[in-house]
């Protein structure tokens, strides 16, 4: 089973990791995805280079520029794993959460195909146009 996972520090910081914790976390995922429960995985930039897109009742746009202030709607980062249960992903969860030093994760259990899946298009991409097959006589 797929399940995301959404970081939220609880900060936002300007200041870079640490060595020693951009080692730990290199670690972790390394050994994740030796394990092949790790499926994907990403970190995010301060908020103040984003954005929020609302859409209004009446069909008009709000875009708020961040940086964003409330610290505990701040979303660190996301990690795609896979999962035998929700019991074994909250448990690489807390593995998680241990190597950043704090803060919380929400897990979400992902639907069984991926509404997209961009290597699988870009295979279908590079195998080129669709041949009519030929008609037997």
């Known amino acids: 089973m797929r399940f995301m ?3 939220r520090p609880g900060y936002e910081s300007t200041t870079p990791p640490t060595q ?18 790790l499926i994907a995985t990403d970190g995010l930039q301060h908020s103040s280079k984003g954005a929020r897109v609302s859409l209004n009742a009446d069909g008009s746009f709000k875009i708020t520029d961040g940086p964003f202030t409330e ?3 701040i979303i660190g980062g996301f990690a795609i794993i896979n999962a035998s249960s929700k019991e074994e992903a909250i448990e690489l969860t807390k593995t998680f959460l241990r190597a ?26 590079s195998a080129g146009p669709l041949q009519p097959e030929s008609s037997a006589r």
């Open 5 to 7: 996972t959404i970081y």
């Open 20 to 37: 020693e914790h951009m080692a730990a976390m290199g670690k972790l995922i390394e050994d994740m995805a030796k394990s092949g429960k």
């Open 71 to 73: 610290a505990k709607e």
């Open 100 to 125: 950043a030093g704090g803060g919380e994760s929400e897990i979400r259990l992902m639907h069984d195909q991926p509404a997209f899946d961009s290597q699988s298009t870009a295979r279908s991409a």
